[in-house]
């Protein structure tokens, strides 16, 4: 068994074709990328409103490491 067969703390990345995980491995995107991705597609049945604040400070990190500049 696939360890992208199992979820530990819920189902909310399984219910995807693609889970985050693999797009953004097969994408081979940064890690600040990956979070931002993870974060907008579970934030409706996991995180809520606190995961769209987790995806915004990431998104402000990256401006800031990637553009030197803030949002």
Known sequence: MSALDRQVGGNHYKKFMIQPIE???????PFLEGCII?????????????????AKHEL????EFDYGEEL
Do not use: P, T, V, Y
């Open 23 to 29: 797009f953004s491995g097969k994408n081979h995107l």
């Open 60 to 63: 402000e990190l990256l401006a």
């Open 38 to 54: 993870k974060r907008m597609c579970r934030h409706k049945d996991k995180g809520g409103i606190e995961d769209l604040r987790k």
